[in-house]
């Protein structure tokens, strides 16, 4: 069965410096990877996604992912924290068409 | 375009209440989806959709119904109120990828406390 596990529920960084998410998942056949942003009080909007063509994948707001097989990692980063990325970031995986597991969330703070 | 819309946006119940938590999109997505948003836990899968007329249970589906008469709309029915159903509720309706799997698009969520 897949699962995701978020490494750390809370990060904090400082403005500037660089944003590395955690994600780590499980899955019995090849996924399909993802990261949503949470900000206060709305809705989960996508950031980027994994569905297995480049393992580097790119998204909005200057955040990237890469996908390790071997690690079967997804971490998320950004080379530069803008106090606008404070958020809740969410990883999720795709096993089948009808079912995506999420992690728990990892809040980031951005520190001026 | 809309995209996804809850109604209402935030709710109180008594234990024992009934009601009806309305998602409607206006993408002409097939597929649809209720999550449920608790601290710590992520998001869970209540019930889906994957068609009008066709719905099914997801991870933690007790005590929460689900119809899909139409395309556009995905109401989630309390039936009983119970304090442990006190939590945040997304709808999402998704576009099929490559590949078979969905992408999601979320609704801005439904605050729900049941006292």
């Known amino acids: 069965a897949q699962s995701v596990t978020q490494l750390g529920s809370h990060v904090s960084v400082s403005e500037g410096a660089l944003v590395l998410l955690r994600c780590n998942y499980s899955s019995s056949v090849p996924p399909y990877l993802f990261w949503y942003v949470q900000y206060p009080n709305q809705g989960l909007q996508l950031l980027l996604k994994y569905t297995s063509a480049a393992t580097l994948v790119k998204g909005i707001n200057g955040f990237e992912a890469e996908f390790k097989k071997s690690e079967t990692s997804f971490h998320l980063t950004k080379p530069s924290a803008h106090m606008s990325d404070a958020a809740e970031y969410f990883c999720?995986?795709?096993?089948?068409?009808?079912?995506?597991?999420f992690g728990a969330g990892t809040r980031l703070t951005v520190k001026p | 375009n809309a995209g996804v819309t809850q109604t209402p946006k935030f709710q109180v119940l008594k234990t024992g209440q009934s009601m009806t938590l309305q998602c409607a999109q206006d993408m002409n997505h097939e597929y649809m989806s209720w999550y449920r948003q608790d601290p710590g836990m992520g998001l869970r899968l209540i019930h889906y959709s994957v068609g009008a007329g066709i719905t099914d249970q997801g991870e933690v589906p007790n005590g929460y119904n689900v119809s899909r008469s139409t395309t556009e709309d995905f109401p989630l029915r309390l039936l009983s109120a119970a304090p442990s159903q006190t939590s945040v509720y997304f709808c999402?309706?998704?576009?099929?990828?490559?590949?078979?799997?969905?992408?999601?698009?979320f609704g801005p969520g439904t605050r729900l406390t049941v006292t």
């Open positions: 999720a995986v795709s096993e089948s068409n009808n079912d995506m597991r």
């Open positions: 999402a309706s998704s576009t099929l990828l490559a590949g078979g799997r969905y992408e999601q698009y």
